[in-house]
Structures are given as structure tokens and as C-alpha cells.
T-cell receptor, first 116, second 113 residues
Framework: AQSVAQPEDQVNVAEGNPLTVKCTYS??????LFWYVQYPNRGLQFLLK??????LVKGSYGFEAEFNKSQTSFHLKKPSALVSDSALYFC??????????????FGDGTTLTVKP | DGGITQSPKYLFRKEGQNVTLSCEQN?????MYWYRQDPGQGLRLIYY???????QKGDIAEGYSVSREKKESFPLTVTSAQKNPTAFYLC????????????FGDGTRLSIL
């Protein structure tokens, strides 16, 4: 079984400040971890992934995420937030051993609001 | 441009009616998925397909049906048995290797008349 928790429904930050969106996961095998962003009435867009290797992963639009195996976390970060980063963010996990169509489990999402 | 096209963007269903949501991809992806998104509940998997002429039920398949007659197409039918169909429906596809991310369409919003 695999699961994802995004403990914060909402994160508010001021423009120019660093942001963090939290994600913890549970999976039996090695985790494949993904972050996606969703704007209103649109589909999800892929931001970044962790499969193996360096624990700090860099992705699109200046976002990065840190994989922490001991804490089973994969928090999304950005050094300086923009108003245009305001959106709904989803963390997803897939078991690296899973051959069953690579089903992913998504968190419930975190709404990020960046205020000018 | 390669991508996933979902149509229509908005759809209204009358009671007792079946409706079909279209999903077409030109990414040459093997796997395709249908998700339902309700406010505050994230994405829930309805059906998925790894190859043509094969598909499996996801977590909430009751009241839905799919077909996969072509690699590019994975239509979803919301049947009259689905008593609470109002939601945002998302189609996704993925290249065969399961360390790859999913690519999503822009969704269909289904409402009850």
C-alpha cells in the first residue's frame, strides 16, 4: 500500500519570501515522488520528480524539493515566491517496484497563496 | 504540439442519461488514466489502461465504464448508475517507464441538470 499526506490545506507567504509546501509519504518499496501544480480549471502540470540519486531535486519555475528518507518527506521549496506561484499543489508517490501500470497516489493538495 | 485533449470542457447530464467524456493523446504514451477530482479530496483513480484493449478498475470504478480500442483514445462513460457524477474529470497519460510523470489534459467539468 502507498499513501501521501499533505498536512497543510493552505500556505500563505509574502512575495519575495521563501516558501515550503510539505509532503510525507508511505510506500513499501523505493519511492518515486512527484510534485504537480494545478491552476484553476486546468489539468495538473508536472514540476519535478525524485527517482534516485541526489536528495535535492530541481524542477521547473525555480522550484526544488528535498527527499528525506529517514523522515519519509519530500517537501517542495522555492527561495523567493512570486504572486504567479499561487495555485494548488499536489504531491504524488508511486512504489518503485510496482508493475501494475505505475499507479500513483496523490495527496489532497495544498493551496498556496502568495500575497504582494 | 504533443498533448492530451479532453472534450467537452463543460458537460451537463440529465437524470437517467449516460454521457461520454473524450480523451485523446498524441504523445504515443502507453498508459492512460481517468481521475475524478472533488474539492478538498485530491484525485481519485477511476480506471486505467496499460495497453490497447486492456483496462483495469481503479478505486472508484462503480458507475463508470471505459474502452481502449486505440492507443490514442481512452473515452470515459458516466452511466446513470453513478448517482453523484458532479465533479471535475481529468485524463492523464504516461510513457511506458514507470519512473515517468503523468501528463494531464485540461479536464471536463460535469454537472447535473
Amino acid at each position: 500500500a502507498q499513501s501521501v499526506a499533505q498536512p497543510e490545506d493552505q500556505v500563505n507567504v509574502a512575495e519575495g519570501n521563501p516558501l515550503t509546501v510539505k509532503c510525507t509519504y508511505s510506500v513499501s518499496g523505493n519511492p518515486y515522488l512527484f510534485w504537480y501544480v494545478q491552476y484553476p480549471n486546468r489539468g495538473l502540470q508536472f514540476l519535478l520528480k525524485y527517482i534516485t540519486g541526489d536528495n535535492l531535486v530541481k524542477g521547473s519555475y525555480g522550484f526544488e524539493a528535498e527527499f528525506n528518507k529517514s523522515q519519509t518527506s519530500f517537501h517542495l521549496k522555492k527561495p523567493s515566491a512570486l504572486v504567479s506561484d499561487s495555485a494548488l499543489y499536489f504531491c504524488a508517490v508511486r512504489d518503485g517496484r510496482d508493475t501494475n501500470a505505475g499507479k500513483s497516489t496523490f495527496g489532497d493538495g495544498t493551496t498556496l497563496t502568495v500575497k504582494p | 504540439d504533443g498533448g492530451i485533449t479532453q472534450s467537452p470542457k463543460y458537460l451537463f447530464r440529465k437524470e437517467g442519461q449516460n454521457v461520454t467524456l473524450s480523451c485523446e493523446q498524441n504523445l504515443n504514451h502507453d498508459a492512460m488514466y481517468w481521475y475524478r477530482q472533488d474539492p478538498g479530496q485530491g484525485l481519485r483513480l477511476i480506471y486505467y489502461s496499460q495497453i490497447v484493449n486492456d483496462f483495469q478498475k481503479g478505486d472508484i470504478a462503480e458507475g463508470y465504464s471505459v474502452s481502449r480500442e486505440k492507443k490514442e483514445s481512452f473515452p470515459l462513460t458516466v452511466t446513470s448508475a453513478q448517482k453523484n457524477p458532479t465533479a471535475f474529470y481529468l485524463c492523464a497519460s504516461r510513457l511506458g517507464f514507470h519512473n515517468q510523470p503523468q501528463h494531464f489534459g485540461d479536464g471536463t467539468r460535469l454537472s447535473i441538470l
